[in-house]
């Protein structure tokens, strides 16, 4: 009889459930997703990426069934967090001091991006960061273009204790890489890291730079610094040299004074590259390794 009673229960328990549940339509989200939209193009984040979120939430909340009275903007907030951090999240996660530690010394990097992006900072502070993991770096100083960068190079590296391999201005950038990486080798450094020009001018394309050092040092890894509050610009940026050479991962600069933070969003999404690393200010210790959480908190706040 007990049993009986309990399957009654459980019956006309689901016949109010099924009442009680509606499906979400299409309809019930579009005003929030406007706004949503509004909201995202505001902070920077490139019309691609906006759709391709909206589509993501609706494929995740449209048919979707929920009980009656629920809070709608919780849900459809849950599925934005949800959405940004797919695209936020890369399909295999890197870990950088594994992979140096696994592959056959020197590992080199090779940093590429505009001029004032931060590169020539976040080469220090990468340096910097890998030393504190116990592993030696050596910097070569292939912007042989832009006066001053070689000093100012020398000066980081000098601050952060790494050599520098340099030649004179307007020698060819990939045999200073290239002479970087004969030096590791002979002294059994762990890693090289290749700082760049990053500006064209008209008797030299920069692309074409890139593509040779690349060919001469077969990096490891290629980074893209670009900063964040250069907003879409960056994501432009990134897509030119990821045609030259194909990068793998990403540096984002000056998060700290970047409160929209949209550039990250839509770089990660079009160039389909992790984002490695983030800058937070200009001393050494600040650069921090990429937290998808951390960053969607940011954004969606
Ligand atoms: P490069 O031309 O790309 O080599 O750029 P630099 O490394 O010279 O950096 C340009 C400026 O940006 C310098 O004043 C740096 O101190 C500053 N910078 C670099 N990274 C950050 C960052 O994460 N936060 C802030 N606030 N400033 C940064």
């Known amino acids: 009889e007990n049993v009986e009673k309990e399957e009654d229960e459980a019956k006309k328990k689901g016949l109010l459930d099924k009442i009680l549940m509606i499906e979400i339509k299409e309809k019930d989200i579009e005003e929030a997703l406007e706004d949503l939209e509004l909201e995202l193009l505001e902070a920077d984040v490139a ?40 695209i936020l999240t890369p399909e295999k996660k890197m870990d950088l001091l594994e992979e140096i530690k696994k592959a056959e010394k020197p590992y080199v990097i090779l940093f590429v991006g505009f001029n004032g992006s931060g590169k ?47 030649h004179k201005y307007g020698a060819d950038p990939a045999a200073v890489a290239y002479d970087a990486i004969q030096h590791a080798k002979a002294r059994g450094i762990d890693v090289v890291l290749i700082d760049t020009a990053g500006r064209s001018e008209t008797n030299r394309n920069l692309m074409d730079e890139m593509k ?39 540096i984002l600069t000056k998060l700290d004074a970047d409160a929209r933070g949209g550039a990250a969003l839509s770089i990660s999404h079009v160039i389909n590259a992790p984002i490695l690393f983030v800058g937070i200010g200009q001393g050494y210790e600040d650069l921090i390794p990429f937290d998808e959480r951390w960053f969607v908190e940011k954004i969606l706040g």
Not at 216 to 235: C, E, H, M, R, Y
């Open 47 to 86: 019309l691609e990426v906006v759709d391709e979120l909206k589509d993501r939430i609706k494929r995740n909340l449209v048919g979707k069934k929920v009980r009656i009275g629920t809070n709608k903007e919780k849900i459809i907030e849950e599925a934005v967090r949800k959405a940004v951090l797919e």
């Open 120 to 166: 020539t900072t976040t080469i220090a502070k990468l340096a910097h960061w890998l030393k504190k993991n116990g592993f030696s770096v050596v910097i070569a100083a292939s912007d042989t273009f832009r006066a001053g960068a070689i000093e100012q190079l020398e000066e980081h590296a000098k601050k952060v204790g790494v050599k520098v391999i340099k």
């Open 212 to 250: 040779k050092i690349a060919r001469v040092t077969k990096p490891n890894l290629v980074i893209f610094v670009g900063d964040s509050l250069a907003g879409n610009a960056i994501v432009e940026q990134a897509r030119q040299f990821n045609q030259a050479v194909k990068i793998d991962g990403v």
